[in-house]
């Protein structure tokens, strides 16, 4: 009865996800769109994630050109480090990291805010006062997060790649020209296909994942807690799951 009662809930609510996300499509198609709400939450957002975005991003391309130093190194070829980071950050690296980053910094503050908006039924409240919640609550923070991620995997390729200059040049001793060439070079329109790919499907997996949880939340302050945390670790799972299957797609269809 517990495995029969655990699939029976988890059809209704992948239902009513699916109704949640048919809401927001009516809106986006009817042109019903709060401009200044979206550029609001495009900057909190944003501010919330991009210091962890450029810290992370800048370790990983410096551990990444560390760690190629030292195999590269073995087999006397340490001059391909720059083309190692330029890839690895821009068809893999980058986009996942900056999704988890920004899943536990700015899609857990969307279902905490969203949840608390819930509990103390100020989102009932907003359809007393004749305004649709879905219009004026989560189309913003969706269309938000579809414009903040892009650009932070972008800022994120820049700063890791930058990090992983920083290490080929001081410490491996390669050519600053040589290494700049060498990173151009090695990155073809694949490389930005998929991790532009990648960007816009975690986008909309994260504002999904966390506006549905959110707006659902029930159970008082200890149920904001319990959504936002379930928010979050879906989006975890979903982001890697989903980065496994995009990238097998990708290369099966685009090549290697």
């Known amino acids: 009865m517990f495995i029969l009662s655990v699939i029976r809930d988890t059809i209704a609510s992948i239902g009513r996800g699916a109704v949640f996300m048919g809401d927001v499509l009516v809106c ?13 939450q495009v900057f909190e957002q944003g501010v919330r994630s991009l210091f962890i975005v450029i810290l992370v991003s ?43 980053v920004f899943s536990g910094k700015s899609g857990a503050g969307m279902a905490a805010e969203l949840g608390t908006m819930s ?15 879905v ?18 995997v972008v800022i994120s390729m820049i700063v890791g790649i930058f990090g992983g200059y920083l290490i080929g040049v001081h410490e491996a001793n390669i050519p600053s020209i040589y290494y700049i060439n060498q990173t ?30 959110g707006f659902f939340t029930s159970g008082g302050s200890m149920g904001v807690g319990r959504f936002t945390t379930q928010a979050v670790a879906m989006c975890y799972v979903g982001v890697i799951v989903s980065d496994t299957i995009l990238t097998k797609i990708i290369l099966t269809f685009w090549g290697n």
């Open 58 to 100: 800048l370790a990983s391309g410096a551990v990444l050109a560390m760690q190629g130093r030292v195999m590269m190194e073995r087999f006397g070829a340490k001059e391909f480090i720059a083309q190692l980071v330029a890839l690895s950050l821009i068809r893999e690296l980058s986009p996942i990291f900056t999704a988890l």
């Open 28 to 40: 986006l198609l009817k042109g019903r769109v709060r401009w200044g709400e979206v550029f609001k």
């Open 184 to 213: 151009i070079r090695c990155i073809s329109f694949v490389d930005f296909f998929t991790g532009f790919v990648k960007m816009f499907f975690f986008a909309t997996l994260i504002s999904w994942t966390c506006t549905y949880k």
């Open 135 to 152: 219009e004026f609550l989560i189309v913003p923070r969706i269309l938000a997060c579809l414009i903040v991620l892009p650009i932070l």
């Open 119 to 133: 509990v103390n039924s100020q989102i009932q409240a907003t359809r007393t006062l004749g305004v649709d919640p």
